[in-house]
C-alpha cells in the first residue's frame, strides 16, 4: 500500500530592501555637520606623509583651510552629494623643503571632488589611489587645561607681528586657582588673577630684582607688558595665546 506525503507550504511575507552589498557607508555630511569642526590626520593610503607632519583640516563658514607642514590653502566649498566641491583655492608662497612643497600640491589636488564621508568623529576623503581618514582636532589633541599647565612663551606679539624668544631664553606662566607664577625669563614672581572662560584680569605682579643680558631682559620686559589688566585668552590644543590689545603672547603646553 502507498501513502502519499502531504507538503504544506506556508508563505511568509518578505520584506524587500533596496542596495545590495555588505556594509555601510558612513552619511555624506553637509555644510552644517561640518561647520566650525577641525581634523587631523590619523591614517594616508595612497601617498606618504613627508616625516613629521600632519595635514590639518578646518572648515568655517562655509570655507575650508588646509594645512600639511608648509603653504596653507584655503577656498569656498559645499557638499555636491557625496563629493567635496571647491571652485577656487587660493595658497600661500611659502618656500620649504620640495618633498613638503609636493606634500602641498597633492593635497589642494585631492579636497576638489574628494569623496567625502562624516561617521562621527571620523571624516573620510577619497580621490583615486588616495584614502585619507582624519580625526576631530578635539579628539585627536584635546585642548590643555589653563590650570596646572606650565605654558612656555614661544612667540611676542606686537602690533600685529609675532617674533620669537630669542634661543637660550625660557619664559614660562602656571596659572592655579587666583594666582599666576611668573618665570619671566630672568626674574621670578607672580601676583594674583580672577578667570573666566574668555579673559584673565591680571592684578599687579611682583619679581625678583636680578639685573640680566640686554636680550633676557627686553624679552622679560615684552612678557610683562601682557601681564597686565584684564586680556582675552584661546586655548586650542596645546597652545595658548594671550591678547592685549597692541602686545600678546603666543604660548606652547611644555607637560
Known amino acids: 500500500m502507498h501513502h502519499r506525503t502531504l507538503l504544506i507550504l506556508t508563505l511568509m511575507p518578505v520584506l524587500l530592501l533596496g542596495g545590495c552589498g555588505g556594509g555601510s557607508r558612513a552619511p555624506g555630511p553637509t555644510g552644517q555637520s561640518l561647520d566650525g569642526r577641525t ?29 600639511a607642514g608648509c603653504n596653507s590653502t584655503s577656498g569656498p566649498y559645499r557638499i555636491d552629494g557625496d563629493r567635496l566641491a571647491i571652485d577656487a583655492l587660493a595658497m600661500t608662497e611659502m618656500g620649504c623643503d620640495p618633498p613638503l612643497m609636493e606634500q602641498d600640491q597633492w593635497v589642494a589636488d585631492l579636497l576638489d571632488g574628494a569623496s567625502v564621508a562624516l561617521d562621527g568623529d571620523t571624516l573620510t576623503l577619497t580621490k583615486g589611489v588616495i584614502h585619507l581618514i582624519l580625526l576631530d582636532r578635539e579628539m585627536a589633541d584635546p585642548d590643555r587645561p589653563l590650570r596646572g599647565t606650565r605654558w612656555v612663551v614661544d612667540g611676542l606679539i606686537s602690533g600685529g607681528a609675532v617674533s620669537s624668544v630669542p634661543l637660550g631664553v625660557t619664559t614660562a606662566l602656571t596659572f592655579s586657582d587666583g594666582r599666576v607664577d611668573v618665570e619671566a625669563g630672568c626674574n621670578r614672581g607672580g601676583g594674583t588673577i580672577q578667570v573666566t572662560d574668555t579673559t584673565i584680569a591680571f592684578g599687579p605682579i611682583g619679581l625678583t630684582k636680578v639685573a640680566c643680558a640686554p636680550e633676557v631682559m627686553s624679552v622679560e620686559q615684552a612678557v610683562t607688558a601682557v601681564l597686565s589688566g584684564t586680556n582675552g585668552y584661546m586655548i586650542e590644543a596645546g597652545t595658548l595665546t594671550l591678547d592685549a590689545g597692541a602686545v600678546g603672547l603666543i604660548l606652547r603646553a611644555a607637560n
Do not use: H, I, K, Y
Not at 590626520?41 to 606618504?48: A, I, Q, Y
Open 39 to 67: 581634523f587631523l590626520s590619523t591614517t594616508v593610503e595612497g601617498r606618504t606623509l613627508v616625516r613629521g607632519s600632519m595635514l590639518r583640516l578646518a572648515f568655517s563658514n562655509g570655507q575650508v583651510s588646509a594645512n
